[in-house]
């Protein structure tokens, strides 16, 4: 699903999409368990590939939050496409800065493929923690090429549960990895 620049990724805190490995998530939700009571949200969701494989789940609720409206509508048409292979079947797609995102309070799972760092990082992470304080519970974080993990454990309200690293999938001398956080 390639690489791509859009003009909303035009900022210092920002990543350009890329897509995300394709073992990342199932390894991930491997680890944590879906139940049909879990909300699922991707920050970040590019073209849709992560919440297309988050909807083959038996998820409640599966959303992908994107700033660009133009790889918002390309996740969108992906999804649609593929609708039939869905187990969930409460699938959207948000246009919206994760840094504004108002985070609902029924998320479980979060994911992220750093698409954002620095300050927007430290404000979507204070839109969890807020949706956290509003209804209790338990949220997962899967944080895939964690470069700002630091930010997350910075806050006081998660702990680092597991890291997943595959070398045989990309053998080269710093793979990439996943670190999975649970709030406190």
Not at 40 to 67: D, L, N, T, Y
Not at 147 to 153: A, D, E, I, P, T
Request: with cysteine.
């Amino acid at each position: 699903m390639g690489i791509s620049n859009e003009p909303e990724h035009d900022h210092p805190d920002r990543t350009w999409y890329v897509s995300s490995p394709w073992y990342a998530l199932p390894r991930a939700l491997h680890y944590v368990g879906v139940s049909d009571s879990d909300t699922f949200i991707e920050f970040g969701c590019g073209k849709g590939v992560v919440v297309h494989q988050a909807s083959k789940r038996p998820f409640r609720r599966v959303i992908g939050v994107e700033i660009s409206p133009v790889l918002a509508e390309i996740a969108r048409t992906n999804l649609a496409a593929r609708r039939h292979q869905h187990k969930c079947r409460n699938v959207e797609i948000v246009v919206a800065d994760v840094a504004e995102y108002s985070v609902p309070d029924d998320l479980t799972i979060g994911y992220l493929f750093h698409p954002v760092a620095n300050e927007t990082l430290d404000a979507l992470l204070q839109g969890i923690i807020d949706s956290i304080d509003r209804r209790p519970r338990r949220v997962r974080l899967i944080y895939v090429y964690p470069l700002q993990s630091s930010r997350v454990l910075a806050t006081g309200r998660f702990r680092l549960v597991k890291e997943q690293v595959n070398k045989l999938l990309e053998p080269s001398f710093n793979p990439p990895r996943t670190e999975i956080f649970e709030s406190l």
